[in-house]
């Protein structure tokens, strides 16, 4: 009676499972990850809603939507993979069907099964499963540094090269890029939805462990720490090479954007790097020059203010510091200005001959950058200077030198081509026009000996 049982449980069970199935998966959720497929049955189904929930029919249809993959699994292993969407038939199913493909041949396969399922009391001893997985981009996790981060900061200019602590949270979104990998190493044969926040506390972890090393590539390539939000793709390229092994290599996960918020160090190194970058600015003396001369100004004001000590001791004693100091702004402007490179305006011209240029001379014969005292090209002698020599050496053209503030001394007026360097034989009286290259004679041609 048993066997009897056995063989009408196998017939029915196997003639059950005949009926080609269609398989779909409605739109899934931001927080599923995977889900198992459904079989479509109402009631005006004929006998498709008595077949085995896990029993997938020779021929049956599976349909796959946008932003969604499907993987079939057969006795625990996968036997199909689609990530294209659309449909997609099942044709090599190991439960045959009368409905799909070769009849002559279906009928010998199914008496085969109905045999098998005989054996095992008209159990199917089958089991075979549909899944979708979630393959859009998964947004809004949010992280934090509830520790501060290590960042080095490089700045070759200033020549500072020092560790700081950092402090950020923000945004970061990834997706799965290869399901086989994560149905294998993460998922695996769930019953119903596997959802994102199994996944989210461990993934946090590992991203604010490598957050670090991530940040010293930033650092490496040059970027601030404040300049790091303008720059979340590289970072992003930066977490997904540290985390290949583990996410891509492992679960088929990878980060798509990471987001940054804010972005903020302690406000102990916030106030020490601006005083290195402050203090490497004084390098420069003309910034140094400019500096001293503001601190200088605001002394003054404050010793025309002092009503205890009165105006006179308070100069006096500012006068004794700046002379204690060994350095003054005069001297650090004149470093600047030796420093600086010499060139020519941008309007200007070829230079006249018979003048004075950096960092030589031009000669009438054209001849242009001698250094000596007589041309080169035509051994003419080098134009003198205009203008008067002050006691102090400095030579200045205005009533004042220009060195010490000296009064021009007084005297006769002499004339000498301020152009040429041409000089009529009565200095004192000249032509209005010089002969030799046309230049009026003016102011600017009188000199003192």
């Given amino acids: 009676m048993g066997l009897i049982k056995g063989i009408v449980a196998a017939a ?64 625990g292993k996968i036997v199909e993979f689609c990530a294209e969407a659309g449909e997609f038939t099942y044709d090599t199913s190991s439960e045959p069907s009368l409905l799909y493909g070769n009849l002559g041949e279906n009928i010998t396969k199914t008496f085969a099964m109905i045999g098998k399922r005989f054996t095992f009391a008209g159990d199917t001893a089958k089991d075979q499963r549909i899944y979708f997985f979630n393959t859009k981009e998964i947004m809004g996790n949010k992280y934090g540094t509830a520790n501060p981060v290590p960042f080095r900061v490089v700045d ?24 086989l990998l994560f149905y294998a190493n993460v998922c695996g044969n769930v019953v119903e939805d596997y959802r994102r926040e199994k996944l989210d506390s461990q993934l946090k972890a590992e991203l604010m462990t490598a957050l670090q090393p991530a940040f010293a590539r930033i650092s490496a390539m040059g970027i601030r720490y404040s300049a790091v939000p303008a720059h979340t793709q590289e970072l992003s390229g930066a977490l997904n090479d540290i985390l290949s092994e583990k996410w891509s290599g492992l679960r088929g996960i990878e980060i798509v954007s990471f987001g940054v918020n804010t972005i903020k160090a302690s406000a102990e190194d916030e106030a020490m790097i601006k005083e290195l970058q402050k203090s ?88 242009t950058g001698n250094t000596g005292k007589f041309c080169s090209e035509c051994g003419a002698p080098m134009p003198a200077s205009n203008g008067w020599t002050c006691a102090c050496g400095a030579v200045n053209k205005g009533k004042f030198c220009s060195e010490c503030g000296a009064k021009k001394p007084a005297g006769e007026p002499l004339y000498k081509c301020d152009k040429c360097g041409w000089e009529p034989e009565d200095p004192k009286n000249p ?7 046309g230049d009026p004679f003016n102011d600017n041609d009188i000199y003192q000996k």
């Fill in 12 to 75: 029915g069970s196997g003639m059950a499972d005949q009926w080609r199935e269609y398989f779909y998966c409605d739109s899934l959720e931001m927080d599923v990850l995977v889900t198992k497929g459904k079989k479509r049955t109402n009631r005006r189904s004929a006998g498709n809603n008595k077949g085995e929930e896990n029993i997938i029919s020779n021929g049956s249809v599976v349909a796959v939507n946008e932003g969604q993959c499907m993987i079939i699994v057969d006795q």
């Fill in 431 to 437: 032509p209005k026009f010089c002969p030799e290259c």
């Fill in 280 to 367: 490497a600015v004084l390098r420069n003396p003309n910034m140094a020059a400019a500096t001293l001369v503001g601190a200088q100004a605001e002394a003054m004001k404050s010793a025309a203010s002092n009503a205890s000590a009165g105006p006179m001791m308070a100069f006096a004693g500012m006068n004794m510091a700046t002379q204690a100091g060994g350095m003054n702004a005069q001297q650090l402007f004149q470093m600047g200005q030796q420093a600086a490179p010499v060139s020519a305006p941008p309007s200007a011209s070829a230079p006249e001959a018979g003048t004075k240029t950096a960092p030589g001379w031009n000669c009438n014969c054209g001849k």
């Fill in 156 to 179: 070759e200019n200033i020549g500072l090269d020092i560790d700081i602590s950092l402090r950020c949270n923000g945004e970061y979104s990834y997706k799965i890029v290869d399901p």
